[in-house]
């Protein structure tokens, strides 16, 4: 049985970085995609950027294109999520995720899926 463990979140103020990460154990993660969601405040949760296995194939969604980073390391149990010029809005609790699939251009986790118990970014102006 996996488990995944978030960590790295914090209190910054706008244009700062963080950097997430996110390891599984017990087994590496289930499912050849893996991948980052948030739940900003009073909204529903969102994903945020996805990775394939071979640690090539990537996607985010377009609020983040151009300042976040995801990666996974060659063992196959730890991904990161690099944020950079951090903005107000990328405040809520980050979640990873693994077993991801998609449907058109919204990804999910499927049922088999692991998800992580999150970790709060709060970004000031």
């Known amino acids: 049985q996996v488990t995944l463990l978030e960590s790295g979140g914090g209190s910054v103020q706008a244009g700062d970085s963080l950097r997430l990460s996110c390891t599984a154990s017990g087994t590496p993660f289930n499912g050849p995609v893996v991948g980052w969601f948030r739940q900003p405040p009073g909204k529903v949760r969102e994903w945020v950027a996805v990775?394939?296995?071979?640690?090539?194939?990537?996607f985010y969604t377009d609020s983040v294109k151009g300042r976040f980073t995801i990666s996974r390391d060659n063992s196959g149990n730890t991904m990161y999520l690099q944020m950079n010029n951090l903005e107000p809005e990328d405040t809520a609790v980050y979640y990873c995720?693994?077993?991801?699939?998609?449907?058109?251009?919204?990804?999910?986790?499927?049922?088999?899926?692991?998800w992580g118990q999150g970790t709060q970014v709060t970004v000031s102006a």
């Open positions: 995720a693994d077993d991801l699939n998609r449907s058109g251009r919204i990804w999910f986790v499927n049922a088999a899926g692991t």
């Open positions: 990775i394939h296995e071979n640690g090539q194939t990537t």
